[in-house]
T-cell receptor, first 109, second 114 residues
């Protein structure tokens, strides 16, 4: 069983829609990360969370430590948001990341 | 301030050859992580190194794979006698210090084994 589970695996949205991607994890963590990977493969860190909520532009990330759950929201989605979004956690016991399998988002104009 | 650099970006090897992947961390970063992304799969941790030390290699295959991060120069992930199943994207990330959770990723090396 993977330490980090994401849903949905694939998501197609119309431009302008509100998007939510979910992440659940099963280990104790010191931080949770949302990453973005574009076609061609580069990985960019969007957020690092240990509690509460963070906002950056149209992106919002929340975490509920008690429920071991995080969500990434994209408001007013745009085709340039099309990418794979990856949830990763840093466990209490180490420094490496455990990754979800990613959510492939396609935003249609 | 250059980010994490990896080279080569693309590497093609025939079965049985050796592959050497290089990672230069961000300036001021002394911790390096290697991750592998197999086709159609998520990223998996391989190894965590500090200068001249392997801190955690629990994700490394037991044979043919090795990693180093010398005092001078880049970190190197070495794969001996490559097989088709080694074809993947290999990402390096770096952080400034142990316990710092933010990792900065390189662009990856895409290894293709023919």
């Amino acid at each position: 069983k993977n330490e980090v589970e994401q849903s949905p695996q694939n998501l197609t949205a119309q431009e302008g829609e509100f998007i939510t991607i979910n992440c659940s994890y099963s280990v104790g963590i010191s931080a949770l990360h949302w990453l973005q990977q574009h076609p061609g493969g580069g990985i960019v860190s969007l957020f690092m969370l240990s509690s509460g909520k963070k906002k950056h532009g149209r992106l919002i990330a929340t975490i509920n430590i008690q429920e071991k759950h995080s969500s990434l929201h994209i408001t007013a989605s745009h085709p340039r948001d099309s990418a794979v979004y990856i949830c990763a956690v840093t466990p209490n016991t180490g420094n490496q990341f455990y990754f979800g399998t990613g959510t492939s988002l396609t935003v249609i104009p | 301030n250059a980010g994490v650099m990896q080279n080569p970006r693309h590497l093609v090897r025939r079965r049985g050859q050796e592959a050497r992947l290089r990672c230069s961390p961000m300036k001021g970063h002394s911790h390096v992580y290697w991750y592998r992304q197999l086709p159609e799969e998520g990223l998996k941790f391989m190894v965590y190194l500090q200068k001249e030390n392997i801190i955690d290699e629990s994700g490394m295959p037991k044979e043919r794979f090795s990693a180093e991060f010398p005092k001078e120069g880049p970190s190197i992930l070495r794969i001996q006698q490559v097989v088709r199943g080694d074809s993947a994207a290999y990402f390096c990330a770096s952080s400034r210090m142990r316990g710092e959770h933010t990792q900065y990723f390189g662009p990856g090396t895409r290894l293709t084994v023919l």
